[in-house]
Each structure stands twice: as structure tokens, then as C-alpha cells.
């Protein structure tokens, strides 16, 4: 599994979601410098939830299973748990832009990652 | 022609929700999300079940119209989820149907994303230069565009301020990215998805207890011995529990509010614990081969008789419900305690088809969660408030209209009509009359999407 690889990815695909709910809201031409900087603790934060929510599943399955039925299995009781987690939080935060920004891309961001870690290790079955 | 439908239902869910509260929207969306899964599953909407959910989905969506309580909200949306689950698999039971709406409507896209990739091992060549020339296409010249804007506004201030001019006000970016979440959630339930492997082993699953593998008789015939002389032991007691709360209830006072509070919640308490072992130890002796055991009759005829004195035990708590209800007016928890009166009787019902039928477990559980569903939607087509407050003004012999007032807005426009009736005391009159005018304010506030059936009768 390439966890560097899919953590920039993620990182990329996270700003893009993140900025773009935040744009939503006032935009500002200064806004854009902070767009670089910003990149630091979202990859920080993608790297951990890939290393803590998403890689134990493919660590700790059995060999037997494959990418496939890994993906197959537990796949969907994650992407449960996660909308609710995301979804709960929004609300707890009266659906402030920064939290719709932040766990939205979470959320996107982590479904996303599974398709690329399950594709990721097919192709390298090939 | 299925990127169309979800493209109309986006632009919709975002007319209908974007900076709304409930009301009508989400009728209208009820019916939207009908219009679209019978679109692209057509063939679904032959079967009975998926119609009879559809109308359960339709209706709770009209009852947030109609009261918009938190009951039928929830009605609403865990319809939802199941109408979606039950396109997907029809056959399947009611919890699972939930689950893969659910999953339906969470992460379907990405399903799709990564079975598509599994089918085809790699997307082709032709598909990533597709995709790699769009990009091109549109970003290059975007990016080669701005910067060069950039440099002529510098160069020309006539040109700086006419491109200063341009004003993007008129888009609402973030109604835009609504519109995206709905055509994300459209997109997702245009194809149903089910989960497996548990839909599968669901559908494998049937109702009907199978006789195990061979086992010694000796074994069994000491279980039926441990269950009649347990069943006997707890009919015994229980009758005599019985007799006790008959003779308590015939004697006692009635207009004690404590008392009979005291009462109707012990009674409670003792009939959750009581039915739970109730059916955990009926469960655990005909779990298997006991059922199949050629003298096992006496002991069915003392589980009957247990689950029939467990019914008489409700009847009991019941009837202390209703002597409350009668004295101090209904409120929500004495309206809980009838619904779960309700949902223990079925369940003790249910509990003797299952042991005179030989079935299993999971037919104990599809058949008790489909009992809950019924009795959800069937309890969000009420106006609860309206109901306990025009029962607590004509009928309870006392009334609490601080409760009444702390309510709800739903039971506003009775309340009105009473106190104009001049039915309260000066001070609650004038709780009344705040609590009308905030009403009326918050009604009058509303946009067409957040409409409920009181904009009309204020008009009226």
C-alpha cells in the first residue's frame, strides 16, 4: 500500500473541497495566500485518519480476502459510520461553513481514498 | 437520460432546501425522490412491498406538512432509507433494506467508482486520455486566461476597470454547491446498492427453525425437565403477582397523582424486565431441538400460559395508564407508555407464533421490526399535541396548561380558541396570546418551501 502516495492525493483532492466550500461563502483575493499554507495540516490530517481509519482494514484482513472483498465487506459499515460522524458534527456545530468545509471534505475525501487503496493494490496484482 | 432526471432533482433539492426550514419542502421532496427512483427503476414499483413503502414515505412527508413534528421527520427520513433499500433488494428483510439505504445513499458513487475499476482490472488508455484532454481543454486555457487578465489589468486601467466591473454577485456559489449535494444524493439513488454479503445470507435465511443434527435424548429430555420445572416456578409467581396488583389496583385511591405515577412506572419497570426474560428464557429453551422433542407438550402449554399471564400483566398496566390519563390528562410519556404497551403485546404475540410455528430468531426479529415500523409511521400521522391538549381541556378531570403552553406550536390555535373562550386565568391568557402572536409572526415569516398547513388556515 502506498500511504505516501494516496495521502497526496487525498491532500489535493481535500484542499480542492475544502476551499471551495470556504469560497462559497466570502470570497476574498487574500484568501488565496493562505491556500499553501493550509496544505501542511490537511495533509497532516489526511495522513492520520488514512494511517488510523483506513489502513488497519487492509493490514488486518485476511490475505484471503483480496482488495476486493475487503472493500466489499467493510467498506460499507465505514462509509456509514463516517457520514454519521461528519454529519453529526456539522450539526453540532450549527452547520458553521468551516465545519460543512472541513468534515465534508473529510468525508469525500476518505471515500475516495478507499477506491484509490483498493485500486492502488489490484493493480498491483495485475 | 438518468443524468437529466438527477440533474432536475438537483436543481430542485436545492430550490426546495437551501437556506430553508421543513415544511412543504420536504412533501414536495418525497415526491421528487419517488418520481426519480421510478424513473430510473421502473420495474421496482411492480412489486407490492416497494409501493407500500413508497405510500409510507409519501405520507410521512405530507405529515410534516400537515404538523411537522420531530416524529414525523423521523418517520420520514427512516422511510426513506428503507424505500431506497428496498429497491435495491425487495426481498430483503426490513433492518437490511435500512442498512443498504443507508449505504445507498452515503457512498453508492464511490461503490460504482471502484466496481467499475475491479471489472475492468485498470481504466483504459482511452478513458485517461479522455479524461486528461477535458482537463486540458478546460483548465489550460482558464489558468493561461487569468494570468493573462492579471497582466493587461496592469498594463490598461481602462481595462482594469471594466474587469472590475464584472460582478459575480448575481451566482450563488453556494446554492450551486447545494445543487451539488443533491446531485450527488441523486445520483446515488438512481442505482440502488446492496450490501454483501449480509444481504445475501438474509435472503438464505428463513423463518422456519430447522431440526439440528442428532442429539443424545437424554440431553434433551433433561432441558425439558429445567424448563417445565423454571416455567411452573415463574407462572406460579407471576399469577400470584397478578392477584396482588388486581386486589391493589381495585383498592386504591385514585385522585393521588404520586400514587398512580408511582404505580404506572413501577409497573412499567416490572413488565420490561419481566417480558425480557420472558423471551430470552423461551428463546433459549426452543432455540433448537426442543421443538422437534416428541414430549415437549406440557412445556409448550406453560410457555403459552406465561406469555398469556405477561398479557394480562399489560392489560393490568393498561388500565393504571388510563385511570392516570382519565385523572391528571394525557401527557408524551403516558402516551410512550401505551405505545410500548402496544409494541410488548405484539411482541408476546409474536413470541407464541414463533414457539407454536417452530420458527427462528430472525423471524422474531423481521416480524417485530416491521411491527415497529408500522407503528412508527402509523404515530407520525397524528397531531399529538392537538390531541393531548384538546383531551387535557374537555376531559382530564386536572390540567396542567403550563405543560399545555410549553408544548409545541401545533396545539397553538386551540389554545388561542380556549383562552378566548375565556377558559384560563388572566396570567395564562396572556402565555396563550405571547405564544399565538410568536406563532403567527414565525407563519407569516415563512417562504413558500417552509409552508406548513397552518399558513393556510390563517388565511382562512
Known sequence: MKIGNTAIKATLMATVIFWSVLFTEEYSSSMFFWIIPSIIPIFLCCLLAIIFTVCPFFWFSEDSLGNSGIFKRYFPYYAIAVFGVCAFTIWKFNCEVFAIGFFSSAFFTLMQTWVWNSKNDANENL | ?460
Not at chain 2, 437529466?4 to 426550514?21: E, H, R
Not at chain 2, 426519480?36 to 405510500?55: D, M, P, R, S
Open chain 2, 1 to 460: 437520460m438518468k443524468h437529466t432526471f438527477n440533474i432536475i432533482g438537483a436543481i430542485l433539492f436545492s430550490t426546495l432546501f437551501y437556506k430553508q426550514d421543513l415544511g412543504l419542502n420536504l412533501s414536495l421532496f418525497s415526491l421528487l425522490t419517488i418520481l426519480i427512483l421510478a424513473a430510473n427503476k421502473k420495474e421496482a414499483f411492480y412489486n407490492k412491498t416497494v409501493i407500500v413503502k413508497a405510500l409510507a414515505f409519501s405520507i410521512t412527508g405530507m405529515a410534516v406538512f400537515l404538523y411537522k413534528s420531530n416524529l414525523a421527520i423521523t418517520a420520514n427520513v427512516v422511510s426513506f432509507f428503507i424505500l431506497v433499500g428496498s429497491i435495491s433488494e425487495h426481498k430483503a428483510s426490513l433492518y437490511i433494506n435500512w442498512l443498504n439505504g443507508c449505504y445507498t445513499t452515503t457512498a453508492a458513487f464511490f461503490h460504482r467508482l471502484y466496481e467499475q475499476s475491479d471489472k475492468t482490472g485498470n481504466p483504459s488508455r482511452k478513458q485517461r486520455m479522455d479524461y486528461i484532454h477535458r482537463l486540458k481543454v478546460i483548465g489550460i486555457p482558464l489558468v493561461v486566461l487569468i494570468i493573462f487578465i492579471g497582466l493587461y489589468k496592469n498594463g490598461n486601467p481602462m481595462f482594469n476597470d471594466l474587469i472590475s466591473k464584472i460582478d459575480f454577485d448575481f451566482i450563488n456559489f453556494q446554492w450551486v454547491l447545494f445543487g451539488l449535494l443533491g446531485y450527488y444524493l441523486f445520483n446515488n439513488i438512481s442505482s440502488p446498492i446492496a450490501v454483501n454479503p449480509i444481504t445475501t445470507m438474509d435472503l438464505s435465511t428463513e423463518n422456519t427453525l430447522l431440526q439440528a443434527k442428532e442429539v443424545p435424548v437424554k440431553k434433551l429430555e433433561n432441558e425439558k425437565q429445567l424448563g417445565t420445572i423454571l416455567m411452573s416456578l415463574l407462572n406460579v409467581l407471576i399469577a400470584f403477582f397478578l392477584i396482588t396488583d388486581v386486589v391493589y389496583v381495585l383498592q386504591q385511591d385514585v385522585t393521588n397523582a404520586n400514587e398512580l405515577s408511582h404505580q404506572v412506572h413501577s409497573g412499567v419497570n416490572a413488565l420490561i424486565v419481566s417480558i425480557v426474560f420472558a423471551i430470552v428464557i423461551i428463546l433459549y429453551f426452543f432455540r433448537a431441538n426442543l421443538n422437534f422433542y416428541k414430549d415437549n407438550a406440557t412445556l409448550k402449554r406453560l410457555t403459552y400460559l406465561w406469555i398469556a399471564l405477561n398479557v394480562f400483566l399489560v392489560v393490568i398496566i393498561a388500565f393504571k395508564n388510563y385511570q392516570y390519563i382519565h385523572s391528571f390528562g394525557i401527557t408524551y410519556k403516558r402516551i410512550g407508555v401505551n405505545i410500548y404497551l402496544l409494541l410488548t403485546s405484539i411482541g408476546l404475540f409474536t413470541t407464541l407464533i414463533k414457539v407454536y410455528s417452530i420458527k427462528n430468531l430472525w423471524y422474531l426479529l423481521r416480524i417485530n421490526m416491521q411491527t415497529a415500523f408500522a407503528v412508527l409511521i402509523v404515530a407520525s400521522l397524528f397531531n399529538w399535541d392537538r390531541i393531548i391538549t384538546h383531551y387535557n381541556l374537555n376531559y382530564a378531570k386536572a390540567t396542567d396548561v403550563e405543560y399545555l403552553i410549553n408544548l409545541s406550536d401545533n396545539n397553538t390555535l386551540l389554545l388561542k380558541s380556549h383562552a378566548d373562550g375565556n377558559a384560563f386565568n388572566s396570567e395564562d391568557k396572556n402565555k396563550v396570546n405571547g405564544k399565538y402572536h410568536d406563532y403567527l409572526k414565525a407563519l407569516n415569516a415563512n417562504s413558500w418551501q417552509e409552508m406548513q398547513y397552518d399558513n393556510i388556515k390563517i388565511k382562512e
